[in-house]
């Protein structure tokens, strides 16, 4: 099968194309996993990490990709939950345990034992991969006929859906998103769908983020330094630096929380933290809470509250051969809502 594969780590400042695009052995299903044929495949920053060490790869050479949209093809013996043809998701959780605190408690995505799609085991940017069956998702039936739409909601939607929950924001609340790419306007559609009241605030580095959310119906949009008209309770953070969250933090209202949703952050500002003022950015009980990867109920969740309010992500299309181009673009900046392979 073709495949783009990460072979070693590198930067993409000074390499354009680092994956490599390859025929590889077409993946075998144990018997407790099942073959998907896959249609799509979204692109994350994560991706961006992996390439460049921050997330490092567990084996090298790897096929990244953890937003995946397919079919099944072939199942092992004991699998019982799909049958050949059905449509099926995967994001970025492989794998858990499933047996530790966190496992029992509904939080396995803090598993000591938390195997990542793409960056432990191989991924969507090919034409078929495996996972065990109990780490894929179905998906709706209003959702099916549109694989596109569907990749993003797989991780970017899931992560954001994960990132809303977290920040506790009610009808009457104020909200920021920190950056405004894949996650950020999947959860605008999201707050808007579930807080009818709430008022959303943006900061973006460039001009074109900051029109793109204000022609989705944001309330106000700016850089990262200009003062929002209101304190906010809450802020989601999914930029891959450090500034943005120390020149947000002062926006905060007291008692309110940042959201940071990222696997890796970069380093290359990271002396801007020494600029946090306590008193000012986070004193009067304020906090910075991680997301730490999805569960498989933050996808099924995400999966239906989009397929009954009827949200789809914005989508610029590549071929798989693209995956660089696509790649680039987004360490670029060169962003308009989600970037998605065909496979």
Not at 120 to 131: S, T, V
Not at 242 to 270: F, H, M, Q, S
Request: a negative charge; charged letters at 25%.
């Amino acid at each position: 099968m073709k495949a783009m594969l990460i072979k070693r780590i590198t930067s993409l400042s000074e390499d354009k194309d680092p994956l490599i695009f390859e025929d590889v052995p077409l993946p075998f299903p144990a018997e407790d996993e099942i073959l998907i044929k896959v249609s799509a495949c979204g692109v994350c920053h994560t991706e961006i990490d992996e390439i460049e060490g921050r997330a490092k790869p567990s084996i090298l050479p790897i096929i990244p990709g953890h937003q995946v949209i397919g079919s099944v093809v072939e199942k092992g013996k004991s699998v019982e939950k799909f049958k050949t043809g059905d449509v099926v998701g995967v994001g970025w959780i492989y794998s858990s345990c499933g047996k530790c605190e966190f496992c029992l408690s509904g939080l396995e995505n803090l598993c000591p034992d938390f195997k990542a799609t793409g960056l432990d085991a191989n991924g969507g940017y090919a034409e078929f991969m495996k996972i065990n069956y109990k780490f894929a998702t179905a998906i709706p039936e209003e959702l099916k006929n549109d694989v596109v739409s569907i990749a993003p909601l797989l991780c970017a939607g899931a992560i954001g859906y994960r990132s809303l929950s977290l920040t506790g924001v009610s009808n009457e609340s104020k909200l920021g998103l920190s950056g405004f790419g894949g996650s950020a306007h999947l959860v605008l559609k999201m707050a808007k769908y579930k807080f009818p009241g709430v008022k959303i605030y943006v900061f973006a580095r460039g001009e074109n983020e900051r029109n793109f959310s204000l022609e989705l119906g944001v309330d106000g949009a700016g850089n990262f330094n200009e003062t929002p008209p209101e304190k906010l309770d809450a802020i989601i953070d999914t930029t891959p630096v450090w500034r943005p969250v120390v020149e947000t933090l002062k926006y905060l209202k007291p008692g309110g929380r940042l959201i940071i949703n990222a696997i890796r952050k970069e380093e290359i500002d990271k002396e801007t933290l020494l600029e946090l003022d306590y008193s000012e950015d986070l004193w009067k009980e304020k906090e910075i809470k991680s997301v730490a990867n999805v569960t498989r109920n933050d996808i099924e969740k995400c999966l239906q509250l989009c397929a009954e309010a009827k949200i789809k992500p914005e989508t610029q299309v590549f071929s798989l051969q693209e995956a660089n181009k696509a790649l680039g673009e987004l360490k670029e900046g060169k962003i308009r809502g989600s970037k998605v392979l065909i496979i």
